[in-house]
């Protein structure tokens, strides 16, 4: 069985063999090839897996020696060595045969290796400018931004579009303040620095940060699974120049940087807030596809009986779809861990309440067969759980079976043992999965029960089953567009970059 001390060895070896050389060779060494563009890419990602990279950058940060006069200079034969070690660290980790059931590997694997494997999206990117740019100038969330950033959320999504195209349009792997100067006097005194600032850090500070944030108590095999802390500052700065730590670090970090600022200081506070903001949200994005739909305020209106339902229900094809918004990310110990009770715990206030809402509003949706005048037909049950974030943990079905069975099983006793919605009828799927969906109906390019259908029978063969619902979509329809309301979003922005700074185009 897995052994904590394995890990905890192979870890000590790298520990050790990063203590001879000078920390800051190490770190650009990394950056190096964390940002180079290679013609074979996945060969590449074999060699220089980036999950392994910026945990190496972490860990000499955190571990390098800063002092000793024994260094020696860091050539390509020692840094292969030291990143060989790191690939002993994660074959020291726990084997597919150790974890409790396989889906709770690949779990891990996702968590690890997805959020690296894409490129930025613009249109992701653009959402942040529907769901926060649009409130009124007196909403909580941009007074905070404001507040605690120096900058409005408007002039962070500017510029973060203009630095996006030093990175992704000039290729380039570097960028200074220099490099604004012509859209500098568009915006107040110090504006341009504050940005920065939000966005990077110095070697000595970063280490510093690092230092200070250890904790002694955490298991270094989590650190393999973990998003990395180098995303809170993806711009390191060197000698008044910014380098990102990766293209694909500052690209994740940019597309939630408002969400996840705001939700830094007070995670409870601000989801108390958001959650109504991302309901609307959804809410939005299902008024475009033109299906019937309700929404919690039409089923508390209809439905008899008192308790939580769920935010939509959607009427396609005589099918009835349930749909919750659930504004939430996993937690740490959610993300890292391999004990199915402990993703259980730190999804009982999400995932499984909105389980619970579908059921309980499906169960009295049986009574009735009108809504504000609309014949609800009697059909397939189907439950989709939006969150904002990716949560990887499978569908219904997986989420039953391999991580939350007891809890379920104990919410299907306290409802009669009445599966109204068969657990392979469910999907959690991220905002940025729900937006293509949404769209691709939208553009009567996708038909909603159709690709559900198409999703639980590819799930019932190991052949053809999927990790994300976003796989299935791609499967089935991989040429299919950004939705209409996000490419808007985009070219508004862009828009708005050009006619104030003139400077894209």
Request: with cysteine; proline share 4%.
């Amino acid at each position: 069985m897995f052994s904590e001390e394995r890990s905890n060895e192979a870890f000590r070896k790298v520990r050790n063999r990063l203590k001879k050389h000078y920390p800051e060779e190490i770190v650009l060494a990394c950056i190096s090839k964390l940002n180079e563009q290679p013609q074979d890419r996945i060969e590449h990602l074999r060699r220089y897996p980036p999950w392994r990279l910026l945990l190496l950058i972490k860990w000499t940060f955190i571990y390098g020696e800063y002092l000793s006069p024994y260094r020696k200079k860091l050539n390509t034969e020692n840094f292969n060595y030291l990143l060989n070690l790191v690939h002993d660290f994660n074959g020291s980790l726990r084997l597919p045969s150790e974890y409790e059931n396989i889906f709770l590997f690949f779990r891990n694997m996702a968590f690890q290796q997805f959020w690296l494997q894409q490129s930025f999206s613009m249109p992701n990117f653009a959402r942040q400018r529907l769901l926060f740019g649009k409130l009124e100038s007196t909403h909580t969330f941009k007074i905070k931004f404001l507040e605690k950033c120096g900058i409005s959320i408007s002039d962070f999504i500017e510029l973060s579009t203009i630095l996006m195209t030093r990175f992704t349009i000039e290729k380039q792997k570097s960028v200074s303040i220099e490099w604004f100067k012509t859209v500098a006097d568009k915006y107040e005194i110090g504006t341009i620095r504050r940005f920065f600032d939000l966005l990077s850090i110095d070697f000595n500070s970063l280490r510093r940060k690092l230092q200070n944030e250890k904790q002694a108590n955490r298991k270094v095999s989590y650190e393999a699974y973990e998003k990395t802390p180098l995303m809170e500052t993806p711009l390191i700065r060197i000698n008044s120049v910014y380098y990102p730590f990766s293209p694909e670090l500052i690209a994740r970090c940019l597309e939630t940087f408002i969400y996840d600022t705001l939700k830094s200081d007070n995670p409870n506070e601000f989801m108390n807030q958001f959650g109504s903001v991302f309901e609307k949200y959804v809410g939005y994005l299902i008024s475009k596809t033109g299906i019937t739909n309700f929404t919690e305020k039409d089923l508390v209106q209809n439905l008899d009986g008192t308790g939580k339902v769920v935010d939509y229900l959607l009427i396609d094809n005589g099918s009835r779809i349930y749909i919750d918004a659930k504004g939430v990310e996993m937690a740490y110990l959610g993300m890292v861990g391999h004990q199915p009770e402990i993703i259980t715990d730190k999804t009982k206030t999400s995932l499984i309440k909105g389980i619970s809402q579908g059921i309980e509003t499906a169960k009295r949706l049986n009574s009735i067969d009108i809504i504000n005048e609309t014949r609800v037909e009697k059909g397939n049950n189907y439950l989709l759980i939006v969150t904002f974030k990716e949560m990887f943990v499978g569908n219904g079905i997986e989420f039953y079976n391999y991580v939350a069975k007891e809890t379920l099983d104990r919410l299907l006793t306290d409802n009669e043992n009445r599966v109204l919605i068969p657990f392979q009828n469910m999907y959690f799927i991220s905002i940025d999965d729900f937006d293509l969906l949404m769209g691709g109906i939208a553009s009567r390019e996708i038909e909603l029960t159709q690709i559900l259908e198409h999703a639980i029978k590819s799930d019932t063969d190991p052949l053809t089953m999927k990790f994300t619902f976003g796989q299935h979509i791609s499967d089935r329809y991989p040429k299919l567009p950004y939705p209409s309301w996000l490419m808007e979003e985009c070219k508004a922005i862009i828009e708005s970059c050009r006619a104030r700074f003139n400077v894209i185009s």
